[in-house]
DNA sequence: ATTATGACCGAAG
DNA sequence: GCTTCGGCCATAA
């Protein structure tokens, strides 16, 4: 059980290719609503490229946020997955993935 | 135990 | 649309 980040982890390691979704619902989903700030720590320590998709986590306002390697290279790789952005943001933002 | 940090959020101006 | 600010929560020191 401690393993917050592994949690983290495991459950980002579901969103599709083309989807996001945002920190806030990953903290809900783990049935820790507000710890949207914690989920950011977890994959900033994890950094593990193309296993674990971290760069499909957004804000919850649909921008894009930060990343180990900076902005640029997370907006590129989910523009090659098929997400649009325009200006830090994500433009179908239609295509954000919920766990209820 | 206390403090600082950060890939955040929401409300307010 | 923007910026600022207070509040959140898990880690690290």
């Keep these: 059980m401690d393993n917050f980040k592994k949690k983290v982890l495991d459950l980002i390691k579901s969103v599709p290719r083309g989807k ?3 920190y ?3 903290a809900r989903a783990l049935e820790s609503p507000g710890a949207a700030r914690a989920v950011g720590q977890a994959l900033n320590k994890n950094e ?3 296993k674990i998709p971290c760069h499909r986590v957004v804000k919850s306002d ?3 946020g930060g ?3 900076g902005r640029l290279a ?4 989910l523009q090659d ?10 433009a179908n933002f ?3 993935i919920y766990f209820f």
């Design 20 to 22: 996001v979704t945002t």
């Design 24 to 26: 806030n619902e990953v």
């Design 48 to 50: 593990r490229p193309v």
């Design 62 to 64: 649909g921008r894009v």
């Design 67 to 69: 990343y180990k390697l």
């Design 74 to 77: 997370k907006m590129k790789l």
């Design 81 to 90: 997955e098929g997400v649009i952005i325009e200006r830090e943001r994500v």
């Design 94 to 96: 239609n295509e954000v």
